[in-house]
């Protein structure tokens, strides 16, 4: 492997982890407000791309209002999951929303096969298709847009959580859910604001996944929630920044996987990443998980 293609392989993995550093922020935050793991959150992150295609082929290529209609199309799945899935439940036996989440998963997967009759849908460029060299490093247009937009909306969330009240009162019941009533926080409108943020992050990172490769298929979600579920677990389900840096370190780990196997074995590296962090580290690199936290 050449010294070039090696920088170009270790830029495309950052490029791609970044994408799923924002996917595993939202999936990580989910977690952390509701207490438990959402195996639909892939499938979420493909409605996003789903819905971005129903803008591009019956109305706009505006990307503002691409945007705008992958994130409120993906924040009402999260109501809607918040309401089926976990309103109900959350003094109910894990497996009983685990088993709702699988069922939302579905659910969701069949209606876009349907509606996509279960081929390759192509997203247009909407960041244009040019090459710029940097060094010995050639990007593209769409790269730069994407980590950009993934940068900006990580400042812009860090700052929600830290300095408004609003992002506080996340906090805290992300961290105890029951001091969180004690002081006069409405817990179940901030779980199901929670879910609506973090839904709407992942379609917003759906989006931008589907113009990255320029396509979406029906089944992906499958994939990206593996991989959102790897990197969170490095995080000891409840840590967002390690969790984020799970995402990055998975997007490195698969680009060089590629370049050094085939395509056929990308997704395989996820599962080996996933097995590596539970035998090396159950609990994730978090000193105090906040699942654990919010037991007590």
Not at 73 to 85: D, E, F, N, P, S
């Amino acid at each position: 492997m050449t010294l070039p293609y090696f920088f170009e392989q270790l830029v495309n993995g950052l490029l791609q982890g970044s994408m799923y550093a924002l996917i595993v922020i939202g999936y990580t935050f989910i977690v952390g407000i509701v207490g438990l793991p959402n195996f639909s959150y892939g499938d979420i992150v493909m409605s996003g791309a789903f819905f971005a295609h129903l803008v591009f082929s019956s109305w706009s290529h505006n990307p503002f209002l691409v945007f705008i209609c992958a994130f409120v199309g993906t924040a009402i799945l999260g109501v809607i999951m918040h309401k089926v899935c976990y309103e109900h439940f959350f003094n109910s036996p894990r497996h009983i929303s685990l088993m709702c989440s699988i069922g939302m998963s579905i659910l969701i997967k069949n209606i876009v096969q349907l509606l996509t009759k279960s081929v390759t849908v192509p997203i247009p460029q909407i960041f244009g298709s040019y090459r710029f060299d940097i060094g010995i490093i050639r990007i593209s247009s769409a790269q730069l847009a994407v980590l950009g937009i993934v940068l900006v909306l990580v400042v812009a969330f860090t700052v929600f959580l830290r300095k408004t009240k609003l992002g506080v009162q996340l906090r805290a019941v992300s961290q105890d859910r029951t001091a969180a009533s004690l002081v006069g926080i409405d817990v179940n409108m901030i779980a199901m604001l929670g879910n609506i943020i973090g839904c709407g992050m992942g379609g917003v990172a759906g989006l931008l996944y589907a113009v990255y490769y320029s396509s979406f298929r029906a089944t992906m979600g499958g994939s990206i929630g593996m991989k959102a579920f790897s990197a969170a677990v490095l995080g000891g389900l409840g840590d967002i920044s390690i969790a984020s840096l799970g995402g990055l370190i998975i997007g490195v780990l698969e680009n060089f996987g590629i370049a050094l196997t085939s395509l056929g074995y990308r997704d395989m590296v996820a599962f080996i990443f996933l097995i590596a962090v539970l035998l090396w580290k159950p609990t994730g690199l978090s000193r105090q998980p906040k699942i654990k936290e919010r037991k007590k």
